[in-house]
């Protein structure tokens, strides 16, 4: 299994009242991983629009371990729990300077078309493109 595999700047404008990175950044950077992952597989977003289909998010979860803080060195791993007919669980894990988990979360995902508003299931071939990612 491949994992995608990211490095995001920490920027000031991130930072919340407590000092540290604010929540609301940790779903950012986890839309950053899947736009990434569909680039890696070769259906980056302009492709599904040509299709009428675009993901959509049905679940968020983060649990927080470690805050980040502005100078911070940030690795984001993401990768597919499950790849179903027309959904997908992803999992990511945030890394402060390389060895600290900062943070770890996952994703519910469905793949939607966008003229009926239905679940688009997935050809063979398209599910094929996400095989190296699936857990």
Request: hydrophobic fraction near 45%; charged fraction near 20%; proline fraction near 3%.
């Amino acid at each position: 299994m491949k994992k995608i595999v990211y490095s995001p700047e920490i920027y000031t404008y991130q930072i919340d009242f407590n000092q540290h990175v604010s929540n609301i950044v940790y779903i950012q950077w986890m839309e950053v991983g899947r736009l990434k992952l569909l680039q890696k597989v070769g259906l980056d977003v302009h492709i599904l629009m040509k299709k009428k289909v675009t993901p959509v998010l049905v679940e968020t979860t983060i649990s927080y371990k470690k805050p980040l803080y502005l100078g911070d060195n940030l690795t984001v791993e993401m990768w597919i729990v499950a790849l179903n007919r027309a959904s997908a669980e992803l999992a990511f894990t945030f890394f402060r300077n390389g060895e600290t988990v900062a943070a770890e979360g996952g994703q519910k995902g469905l793949f939607v078309n966008m003229d009926s508003g239905l679940p688009h299931r997935l050809t063979d071939v398209e599910k094929e493109l996400f095989a190296l990612y699936v857990a």
